[in-house]
Each structure stands twice: as C-alpha cells, then as structure tokens.
Antibody, heavy 117, light 111 residues
Framework: EVQLVESGGGLIQPGGSLRLSCAAS????????MSWVRQAPGKGLEWVSV???????YYADSVRGRFTISRDNSKNMLYVQMKSLRAEDTAVYYC???????????WGQGTLVTVSS | QSVLTQPPSVSGVPGQRVTISCTGS?????????VHWYQQLPGTAPKLLIY???NRPSGVPDRFSGSKSGTSASLAITGLQTEDEADYYC???????????FGGGTKLTVL
C-alpha cells in the first residue's frame, strides 16, 4: 500500500526556519515527480513546489527564494526547507505525487505549520 | 483570488444531479492544459476524483464525471448522496505562472 506521511510541522516564530519531511512507503520518491501543496486554515489549495524525477525544481512566486525542496533517495524521503517564515505561510502542508500528466495522484495526511509570535 | 474560478457553494438533495464549474483562461485550461478534480472530505486530505478532464481513477464511482470545453471545465455528480458532501477543487497548469493552479474550491451541501 502506498503511503505518504508528513512530519515536522509546528509553531514557529516569524522569521524562523522549519524543515518538513515526507516519508514514502510502497512508493519510490526518486522515481516520481513530487510536490508540496499547502492549505491555509479555511482556505483553498495552493501549489508550493515541485521536484521532478530529473531533480529539476520549481517554486510558487510566494515562496521562491525562501523554500527549498529536496529529496533523499537512500531514505525515500521528500523535504521542504522553509526559512524567513511569515504569518501567511501558516497552513497544512501536504506532500503529493505529481503525475507527468499534471495531476496529484497520491497525498499525505498533511502537517500543520503555524507561524506566529 | 484564485486563477481558476469556481462557485463558492452548490447544494442539492439526495438523488439530484449537480454541476460545479471551473473557469480559467488561455494560459491554463484554454492553453489547453488538462483539468483535474479533487474531493476533500471534512478534516481529510484531498483525493483525486477526475484526471485528464474526464477520467476516473480506480474506485471512483461513475456518478462522478468531468468535461472540458474552451477555457472552462465542469464536474457533474449524479445520484447525489449524503457522503458526497465535501469541498471540490479543480486544478490545471498555467504557462504564464509556470506552475499548477487550483480553483478556490466549491463546498457541496447535500440537503
């Protein structure tokens, strides 16, 4: 069974840094395109970042320069390093597989990041 | 403000047919990039409902169908059931933003 499990969320002060992790089972991260998608409380979904199979990365304008997506093939893990966090980064962060046809096929359960003083 | 426009809410009674629209532009749906739909039940992660405009993943009932025309797409749900009460999101790719875009979501209430 395919499972994606996020971790690393929590309460962080504005300007702080946090790294989120996504552990995959029954699924090989390096063989798939992978993304982070977030959802602010009571709001809709927002694409954050993608890392393609060939390790090419892209970011939403709202996080470019502050977030870095990466993966560890040996650990079958996906990460996003977030720095200079702002209140507007408060959201549930989901990791998801991104099919080459442009859809998110598999989702984790999400991890909540709260940026507040 | 979302790049793709959906109605904030729709409602229906059990057994009824409802549709949810998703309107984009020439840089996304009209480009033409495919439209995909997700169902998010309360307190859970989104789940892929329709991919490639009109395809259902294994396990999704055929009560759910999708279509696309020009710069718009629609999700139709027939034989509405109480368990269909959820938020529904459309998604596509936008060439001017070089990234994926979502609709703002539509809350379906089954009366």
């Amino acid at each position: 069974e395919v499972q994606l499990v996020e971790s690393g969320g929590g309460l962080i002060q504005p300007g702080g840094s946090l790294r989120l992790s996504c552990a995959a089972s029954g699924f090989t991260v390096s063989s798939n395109h992978m993304s982070w998608v977030r959802q602010a409380p009571g709001k809709g979904l927002e694409w954050v970042s993608v890392i393609y199979r060939d390790a090419t990365t892209y970011y939403a304008d709202s996080v470019r320069g502050r977030f870095t997506i990466s993966r560890d093939n040996s650990k079958n893990m996906l990460y996003v390093q977030m720095k200079s966090l702002r209140a507007e980064d408060t959201a549930v962060y989901y990791c998801a597989s991104y099919d080459g046809s442009g859809y998110y096929g598999r989702w984790g359960q999400g991890t909540l990041v709260t940026v507040s003083s | 403000q979302s790049v793709l426009t959906q109605p904030p809410s729709v409602s229906g009674v059990p057994g009824q047919r409802v549709t949810i629209s998703c309107t984009g532009s020439s840089s996304n749906i009209g480009a033409p990039y495919d439209v995909h739909w997700y169902q998010q039940l309360p307190g859970t992660a989104p789940k892929l409902l329709i991919y490639g405009n009109s395809n259902r993943p294994s396990g999704v009932p055929d009560r759910f169908s999708g279509s696309k025309s020009g710069t718009s797409a629609s999700l139709a749900i027939t034989g509405l059931q109480t368990e269909d009460e959820a938020d529904y999101y459309c998604q596509s790719y936008d060439s001017s933003l070089s990234g994926c875009v979502f609709g703002g979501g539509t809350k379906l209430t089954v009366l």
